[in-house]
């Protein structure tokens, strides 16, 4: 079991920035990639960006240029920094964390709530 906790979130105004953290915890060892998604009220959930054990990135094309992944494998954690952030990027944001030896697993952390106000 591996467990993950967000923390970071909170409100800002238009063009502002946020970094949100995600620390693992647990069987760490079954993990290779972890990426962050977001749902807004009343939309699906949708991912914002993913990142491998080894580095190599992957970013949804609304947070392009804007939004920066990466993980701190020595300490367990993965952080978004969102920079530019606009109205439409208020959601809750939740970390994800496939388990790597079980295709069946899927770990979610409990989300934190980012607000942008215009």
């Known amino acids: 079991q591996v467990q993950l906790v967000e923390s970071g979130g909170g409100l800002v105004q238009a063009g502002g920035s946020l970094r949100l953290s995600c620390a693992a915890s647990?069987?760490?060892?079954?993990?290779?990639?972890m990426g962050w998604y977001r749902q807004a009220p009343g939309k699906q959930r949708e991912l914002v960006a993913l990142?491998?054990?080894?580095?190599?990135?992957n970013y949804a094309d609304s947070v392009k240029g804007r939004f920066t992944i990466s993980r701190a494998n020595a300490k367990n954690t993965m952080y978004l920094q969102m920079n530019s952030l606009k109205p439409e990027d208020t959601a809750v944001y939740y970390c994800?964390?496939?388990?790597?030896?079980?295709?069946?697993?899927?770990?979610w952390g409990q989300g934190t709530q980012v607000t942008v106000s215009s």
């Open positions: 647990g069987s760490i060892f079954s993990i290779n990639v």
């Open positions: 990142i491998t054990i080894g580095g190599g990135t």
């Open positions: 994800n964390a496939p388990d790597n030896n079980n295709p069946l697993m899927d770990y």
